[in-house]
Structure formats: structure tokens, C-alpha cells
């Protein structure tokens, strides 16, 4: 009886604090350091990032929908993956990518094991299409690669070195001095007073920080926000080809009618899950438009405007969503705040990639 | 039954033609299987993908439908083109973007005759090489279940298919059964080819030149010891010696080709390590005796798929009769059918106007077909 009144105790306390909001949020911290990567390995993975000979017809590189010049994504709602397809979801920025749990917007990748991310886009017909023996082979042919797998991987060109060099390279894109971490170091002028005013709605009266907390200003988990289908998924034959195609390599029941993109439920097959997206870092936001993981909010504006008219319609959307009632001024301080969440831009020089050249025959 | 019986009629009707006693002596080929040479019997026909004609439409335009790979830009008839005898005119094939192939792009002429398709024989039927072709790395790079789900993306195939294959949807396996079906219908007719109206008894199809042509073929030139039966192949596979392409040594996306192909068929680590040529036979089986043994082709159109040779190297059939006047190359392992043959000039000539009696008088071509769109689905 004692235990059973506790437990209630506990329960009613549970629903106090989710009635407060933020209360059971992790509170915004400074984004902490990876591990450094090898730069001799990190170096090589950028040389490779930007690499076409990478993918089937050595048409595109990673660069190609993760181009750092448009916030290392491809700058458009809805991302275009291997010539003669196009893809279903927006092209997610890889800045701090490297400090995600789960990858991709569904999920599906673990965050531990970056070389199976990284994998995944390269052999996946609707990214790169290619195959990891003619990739080495490839490299193989141009001395610079060959002397750089050696120096920084310790072997000629594989495809795991490929993997692993793209690894340590996407680990140093990360958030660098963004105000809001200066901020919440004492640095009080790092936010400006309408910033300031943001923050507190972010972790009050709008209740961001339910799920975008922490030091990623991400839960990493999964909730359904009701927003509208991005009708170029199925106005768009090339689109829903991927889209189909995907439902389907997923073992997603009923694939061939589905005209929603059921996020998480295709990869774990449960009802609830439908239409779950997990919530992605806000860090460089300012840097990410469009919005969305079918990229179809434009602005910052729009994504808040969003979540004041307490977000879309949808059987499984997040009770943690409702009208917000916030002012024009309240809107534009939260957006204030969500502009001060980008560090110093994440430069990084495309090379000119190194030319094929002839090797002597039988001494490979 | 009905094989040796064939072969002795065919047999009969030469020995008629030509002279009583020219094949005899020549039938030395190890495998005993029918030598004699003749029209070629009716196309065989997997019981599991019986013909149609609507099945015939729909696999000439899968054939030419670039969508039927990764990238969407490269069709069957990229490297089987109708215009360039179903080759593609090049010594080693173009391969998929990026890439170059590593073997020349062998004819689809008769090619639904033979029971080992591609220059090493790595499948046997018409329906495993189309889905190897179009999903190869280096020849179609397509994902089967994207090209299926563009398929269903285009409702006059979803149409076609479901008359044909009686499916709702497309699926994959049947557009390689399709494909398969339409070139089951791009063989030589025996009334075009001067040869086979040569056999049927027509006194006039072979001038005095290709009939010294034939003589030669069935003996002292000894082609027939390989080139045997109806469809001038004996299908089995022989190492020739044939020159290396210079193409490995002057292209770097050549020699990714064939580093790559070894690694795929996964050779042991010092075979790789010193690849420097095509191995044949050797990278299915990894028996140092096959190294080197390709294919037998047939040599029937010959006179539209130049140039010759699992790589191309020759470009006319004056060199392919040159150098197995020569014997052949020289490289271990190398056939003992393959002799210096000491051939005159004139019975080179003569041999060259018998090779080209077995091709048919005009082309074998197909119009391509036009292709339907993509449709917005409900």
C-alpha cells in the first residue's frame, strides 16, 4: 500500500513537472569537444569528401548534398541523391552531425558507428550507388590517394579507410564559439537583449526546450509534429520511385499505397510510430533552411509560426504540441535566439581533385 | 535423340554438297558433340518464359530503356546496338559512366543460342545475362528494386507487364524474362544467310570461292575443330593466346577494370597482385588451366561485329585469319588444336569469303521504340 502510494506520489509529480514544460528538459549547455580525429586521417577525408570518382558514375561527391558553402546541406527542400533519381527527404546538415545518437531523420543509423553512416550513403542506390571495391580501385589509380592512405591510414586505399578517413573528417565539423555557448559560459554579452528574451521563451512559454534540450539542443528522440506532406514526394515520379523504393528495402507493410512518409514506423514497423521524425540539433539552424525533414517550412519564421498555431494535424501528434499564443514581438525574439545558435562559419576549401593516371601494369 | 539425328542429315546434305568425303578427317574436336555445320534449328525456349508476341514488343522496349540502370542513362542497346551489328563498334566496351568495360560487347545475333553467354561463359541463359549486365558495376550499375519501382512508375508498363506477366505491378525478374524473350527473336533467318541456302541446296548461294572457303574450314584450316554445328561454336572454352589490348596499358579507367573484376571474382591475393590480363575461364573455376580459355563464339554475322575477340584486338578478319595462320600466340597454356596452318594467300581469301557467307545479306536491325513517361500516381 505504502509502495503503491509512493508510486502515485511519483506519478503525480511526473505529471506536474510535464505541466510545467520544461521542466524534465535537460538545460542548454555548451556544445562539449569530440575526441579530435587523426588530422592526417581528417585531412584525407576532406580531399575524399569532395571526391566524385566516390559514387557509381562519379557524377557526385558528398559535397553534392552536403556542400558546406549552403550549411553542408544542398540548400533545397527536398535533397536530389544519384542522377536518374531524386530523393524524398531534405538533405540534413552535417555540422555537429558526428554528436547525434541515431542518424538519418527516421533514425535508422546508430550514431556509434559513423563507417556504416557513412557506407550506407555511398551504396545506397537513391545517394552514391557504388560499389566499395571499384571505389579502392579507383583510388588506386592516382598516386596522391595511394600515398595518403599510406601515410594517414597505414595501407593502400580500402574501402573501410575510405569509410574510416570520411569518419574522422566529418568529427571536425562542428560548432565553433556559437554566442549561445560563450553565453552560457558568463559571457553575458554574447546574446543580445532580444536573443536574451528568446531564450526564455525558448525554455518557457514556448516550450522548445521540451525537445530541443541539452547541449545539442536535440532530445534525439522521435515525435509526430503533424506537419503537411511535401506534395513533390508523390507529385514527383522520380521522388516517389525513391520514396517506394525505400518503404520497401525497409520492409515497410503496405509500401506501394502509402502516400505519407511514415518516418520512424518504417523502420520499427509499430502504428504509434507513424509520422515520428527524430528532433534535430537547432545548433547552425540559421544556416539550414529549409526546414523540416521534407524541407517545407522556408524560413526560421515559418518553423516558429509552426509551432505557434500549436503544429499540424496528425492521429499520433505530440500532446507536448499546442497553440503557444505567442506575440509578433515573441516570435521574433525566439527567432533572434535561434540565430545566435551558429558558431563561426565551418569553412572548408573544395581541393582540386587529383587525375586518374596510368600505373605499369601487373604491379598492383 | 533428335540432336545427333539433325546432325546426320546436315551431314548428308554437306557430304551431297560438297563432295563426297570433305568432312571426313576433320571431326576431331574432343567434346563429341555434332560437328557439322548447317542452319540453325528453332530458337530453344525456357519452358518457364515461353514465347509472345506481346512479351517480344515489350522486351525490345525494355531493351531500349535507359532506365533499366543505376544512373538511368545506359540501356541494353548502349552496348548491343542494332546499328553496330549489337555491339558497340569498340574494340573493349564503353562500360557504365565513369567507368570502361574490360571485354568487348559481344553480338546479340544468335547469342539465344548458346547455352554460356558472356566471353567466359559465366551464365547460361539470356535471362541471367541481362540481370547480371544491368546491375554490373561496370556495365549497367542498376539496383534491381529501384528499376522495378520505376517501372511501376510508368503505367504503360504497368499495363504491358500485367497483360504479359499477369502481375499487378512489374517486377523485375520478368523484364529480364522479357528482354530475354525479344532477343530470342534477333537470330539469322537460314533464307538470308548464303550458307544456310547454301546447305538447303541452293547451287548458286556459295561462289567457287567460299566453297574452297568451306573446304579449307573443314580441314586443313581446322576451324571447324571449335567452330562447330549449326551455330559455328563448340561452346566450350580454349585458350588461344590472343595479344594483349593495348588498352590496359594507355587507359587508367581500363586498368581499374581489371583490377576490379579480380577483386570481385575473388582471386587469391598474388593473382591480384599481378593482374595484367583477362584470365577467362580462370576467375569462375581459379584452375590455373583455365587461365586465359575463353568461350568459343559463333562466327555466324560475323560481317557486321568487328572487330574480334573476347578483347576486341582484332579489327578485321583478315588479322583473326593471320594470326591462327600463325598458330595462334604463344602463351602457356595455349590450345594444342592451334598449329602454324601455312595458309596460301589465296586460301586466306578464299577463307574470308566463307566466314562472310555465314552472315545474313543485309543487317539484322530493330527500330527503336519510343519510350513511355513517368506518370503521377493517385
Redesign the interface.
Known sequence: MNRLLALGGVLAAAVLVLAAGAALAEPLAPLPALKAPNPDQAELGRWLFFETKLSGDAAISCATCHDPRKGWGDGKPLSTGYPGSEYFRNSQTLLNAAHYRRNYWDGRMSGRDMATLVRDHFTEAHFMQADGRLQAERLKQVPEYDERFRKAMGGEPSFGRILNALVAFVGTVTSRNAPIDRYLRGEAGALTPAAQEGMRLFQGKAGCIQCHDGALLSDQKFHVLGLPENPQVFQGPLRHISFRRFMKTLGAPNYDNLREDIGLAAVTKEPQDRGKFRTPSLREVSRTAPYMHNGSLATLGDVVDFYNRGGGAHPNKSSLLRPLGLSDGETKALVAFLEHLAGDPVVVEAPTPPDYKLRTLGKN | MRQPRRAIVITLVLGLALGAGLLVGTVTAQSGKPLALGPLPPVPVPRDNPMSSEKVELGRMLFFDP?L?????TSCASCHDPQKGWGDGGDVSRG????QHWRNSQTVLNAAHYTKLFWAGEVTSLEGQAVAAATG??AG?G?P??M???L??IPEYVRRFKAVFGTE?PLIGDAWKAIATFERTVVSKAENVPFDRHVKGDARALSDDARRGLALFSAKAGCIQCHSGPLLSDESYHSLGVPKSPV??????R???L??QH??RGVPEPV?????RDLGLYYTTKRDEDRGKFRTPTLRELKYTAPYMHNGVFFTLEEVIDFYDQGGGNEPGKSPLLKPLKLTVQEKKDLLVFLLSLSSDQPITVPAPRLPD????K
Open positions: 532506365r540502370s543505376g544512373d538511368a542513362s557504365y559512366p565513369g567507368t558495376n561496370v550499375n539496383d528494386m529501384m522495378e519501382e520505376r511501376r512508375q505491378r590496359f596499358e594507355e587507359d587508367p579507367l586498368q581499374i577494370t583490377r576490379y577483386v570481385s591480384y597482385r599481378t593482374a595484367d513517368y506518370a503521377v500516381l
